[in-house]
């Protein structure tokens, strides 16, 4: 078992960054493909970026090539997000993930690839 920790989230005018965490239990994490997913009110949980675990490949949505940066650290067992040029529309509740233990590549932002979920850290952007 894994078990994922966010932290960061806040409020931010637009235009503005946020560098979100996520902590694991385990070092079987920095073993494994590591992903940032968001959900907004009344929409679908969408990944946003991944790493996959020895740092080689990243993915990133469309939405936020160019804004946001996925960067891991292992000997901590941290991977991070740093958002900027932040949008109204980036404003969610942002879930770490995790591949299974040992599976060190990605293969993508398809939520049903990860099996280990944080509880989420909510990020608003006001316009």
């Known amino acids: 078992q894994v078990q994922l920790v966010e932290s960061g989230g806040g409020s931010v005018q637009a235009g503005g960054s946020l560098r979100l965490s996520c902590s694991a239990s385990s070092d079987i994490a920095s073993r494994s493909c590591l992903g940032w997913f968001r959900q907004a009110p009344g929409k679908e949980r969408e990944g946003v970026a991944a790493?996959?675990?020895?740092?080689?490949?990243?993915y990133y949505a469309d939405s936020v090539k160019g804004r946001f940066t996925i960067s891991r650290d292992n000997a901590k067992n941290t991977v991070y997000l740093q958002m900027s040029s932040l949008k109204p529309e980036d404003a969610a509740t942002y879930y770490c993930?995790?591949?299974?233990?040992?599976?060190?590549?990605?293969?993508?932002?398809?939520?049903?690839?990860?099996?280990?979920w944080g509880q989420g850290t909510q990020v608003t952007v006001s316009s």
């Open positions: 790493m996959s675990a020895g740092g080689e490949f990243t």
């Open positions: 993930a995790a591949r299974a233990g040992g599976v060190w590549s990605c293969g993508g932002l398809s939520r049903s690839l990860y099996v280990y």
